[in-house]
């Protein structure tokens, strides 16, 4: 009947067109009694749409309240759901890449409220500079670099990558690009901002079937910024829709 995320205190749940609202409710109740730390259930009854990455959600029962307090990979992170972007199936992979990092400048794009920053800058010795166009997004980023102590280690770069990349003047060693479903992939501004040895996580959306088409593209637009580059690794990064995927690559700056 539905499928639900727990984002700490606030579950967003996915119904069924033919579920009513009365059926809502009592799924609603047995949620936040097997999950006593969610005070509040939303409904899902939209995508995720733009850059911006806003969803459209509506209140079925508990507080009235659609900020979340969310913990993962020992960080904690406040954020408004109907307002800015968080995925908790991220979790794993923000950790993986984190691991991953030891030192160095990281650039994230896509930052969001800044978990994938926040994750990396809280594990590594690296300074992590956080991009993201949404002004809310960014306002809970910053706040949640205080929460978890990470505020000296973290830069925030507001607005759109698109417009300032050629503004910072950092060639960095890292680059995670957790990027929405948009057409546009993004990779001039990653190579712009890159160096020899750059490592650069890339996220994609495919079918399950098509992830050599997005190594292809990839590689494509390194030849189009005159960057030659060595494919690491590929991998799916979770399934969205029926046999439609999340993807990773992973690749290196030659």
């Known amino acids: 009947m539905s499928n639900f ?16 609202n009365l059926e809502k409710k009592n799924f609603a109740k047995k949620l936040m009694s097997n999950h006593r730390g969610v005070k509040t259930v939303m409904e899902k009854i939209g995508k995720f749409k733009g850059r911006l990455r806003k969803q459209s959600l509506k209140y079925v029962l508990g507080e009235k309240t659609s900020e979340a307090l969310y913990r993962e990979n020992d960080c904690v992170f406040r954020f408004d759901i109907k307002k800015t972007y968080f995925s908790p199936r991220l979790s794993n992979e923000r950790r993986e890449i984190s691991s991953m990092v030891k030192k160095g400048d990281v650039l994230v794009m896509f930052a969001g409220v800044a978990p994938f920053s ?30 978890n102590k ?14 300032i990349a050629w503004k910072i003047k950092e060639k960095f060693d890292y680059i995670v690009m957790p990027r929405p479903q948009l057409k546009d992939s993004f990779l001039k501004e990653a190579f712009s901002l890159s160096k020899k ?4 996580f890339y996220y994609d959306f495919c079918r399950m079937d098509e992830i050599d088409l997005i190594v292809d593209k990839i590689r494509n637009e390194a030849k189009k910024c005159r960057k030659k580059i060595k494919i690491l690794k590929k991998k799916t990064a979770g399934e969205i829709a029926p046999y439609r995927a999340r993807v990773r690559v992973d690749f290196m700056v030659l």
């Open 197 to 200: 040895g750059t490592r650069i």
């Open 5 to 20: 995320d727990i984002l700490g205190n606030v579950a967003v749940v996915k119904f069924s067109r033919e579920t009513k």
């Open 118 to 147: 926040i994750v990396i800058a809280r594990n590594s010795k690296a300074r992590v500079f956080s991009n993201e166009i949404n002004r809310e997004a960014n306002k809970y980023g910053k706040l949640n670099a205080e929460l």
């Open 150 to 163: 990470v505020k000296n280690k973290v830069v925030f770069l507001d607005g759109d990558i698109k417009r």
